[in-house]
Nanobody
Framework: EPKLVESGGGSVQAGGSLRLSCALS????????LAWYRQVAGKERVGVAG???????FYADSVKGRFTISQDNTQSTLDLQMDRLKPEGTSLYYC???????????????????????RGQGTQVTVSS
């Protein structure tokens, strides 16, 4: 089973930047979708940005132009560069991977919450106004 460990969270003022990193275990699925989500306690998760095993990237409309997702050539890390952060971005951020056959969506394919989906523990981001 894949394992994911996030790092890079912290506190920043509105307008600032943070870079999150997700360390991926040696094995992830041969074909997959990978994504960053954020979730506030008691609320539904929100997809932030993702990438699939073909290298296609996709973003939530709310972060387009401010966030950049990247996966290194060895596929061992998934980074999220977050610029011009807003207070509403305060959340727990976590990365998630799913086997391609179980990814969901139209055009952009996001990890599902099925049995093949695996997520990390998350890293907290706090943006103060």
């Amino acid at each position: 089973e894949p394992k994911l460990v996030e790092s890079g969270g912290g506190s920043v003022q509105a307008g600032g930047s943070l870079r999150l990193s997700c360390a991926l275990s040696e094995y992830i699925y041969e074909t997959y979708c990978l994504a960053w989500y954020r979730q506030v306690a008691g609320k539904e998760r929100v997809g932030v940005a993702g990438v699939d095993s073909n290298g296609a990237t996709f973003y939530a409309d709310s972060v387009k132009g401010r966030f950049t997702i990247s996966q290194d050539n060895t596929q061992s890390t998934l980074d999220l560069q977050m610029d011009r952060l807003k207070p509403e971005g305060t959340s727990l951020y976590y990365c998630m991977v799913d086997s391609w056959n179980h990814c969901t969506g139209t055009g952009d394919y996001w990890p599902s919450e099925g049995s093949f989906a695996v997520r990390g523990q998350g890293t907290q981001v706090t943006v103060s106004s």
